[in-house]
């Protein structure tokens, strides 16, 4: 078990835009009760506007990740194959990783998470913010950061981690799509950042 905390606010919910009329919950105490490397979690004693009081609302903490849409010079995008032991199956996905400690800016973890898992650079002022996500906003405060690189390059060689087993492969846009659409490309914050890649780099039009 972890050290009680008394708390007093409700952490980002006083910093979301909006006014819904929505009122936000209120976090009274907190410990946090398993503490690794790999995950940490947290019991909140939570109060509901309606004054309902939840003792034990778990919440998964991490530092946040990074994910990267890399293109080629040639307009292919960059993608991983790798098992996922979370389902037990292989995946198709965009270079992504947790931010180490030491990282205070998303954008160092871009370019170190795109060369430890495919070998490819990008110049900086080819890089760009594409997106502001949360993986799960009920059960953790997990912020990602999407990145769309453009003109990658092959300038080293893959420094994975020897748990992990990746293959890369390019594909064309519309291939792109297609893996998505018959759900070879199923991992949904990825599906998103394809999607608006796809609309940032002109490939996707509205029609209304």
């Not at 898992?117 to 009920?138: C, D, F, Q, R, W």
């Amino acid at each position: 078990m972890g050290e009680r905390e008394s708390m007093t606010t409700d952490h980002h919910a006083a910093r979301q835009q909006g006014s819904s009329g929505l009122r936000p919950w209120v976090t009274r105490a907190a410990e946090r009760v398993l503490d690794t490397p790999y995950l940490k979690v947290r019991r909140e004693e939570v109060l509901l506007p309606d004054g309902t009081l939840i003792p034990d609302y778990y919440i998964i903490e991490n530092r946040g990740w990074v994910g990267i849409v890399p293109l080629t010079s040639d307009g292919r995008f960059l993608l991983n194959r790798q098992y996922k032991h979370g389902i037990g199956l292989e995946v198709l996905e965009f270079p992504a990783g947790a931010i180490d400690p030491h990282e205070d800016d998303p954008l160092l973890t871009a370019h170190r998470e795109l060369m430890e898992e495919t070998g490819y650079s990008v110049a900086a002022e080819k890089i760009e913010l594409l997106a502001h996500m949360y993986a799960n906003p009920t059960g953790a405060r997990t912020r990602i950061w999407w990145y769309l690189a453009r003109d990658v390059a092959k300038t080293g060689e893959q420094k994975v981690d020897p748990r992990e087993v990746i293959e890369n492969l390019l594909v064309t846009p519309r291939e792109l799509l297609a893996l998505i659409h018959s759900g070879q490309f199923a991992v949904q914050g990825q599906i998103a950042a394809a999607y608006m890649a796809l609309e940032r780099l002109g490939y996707l039009r509205a029609s209304f």
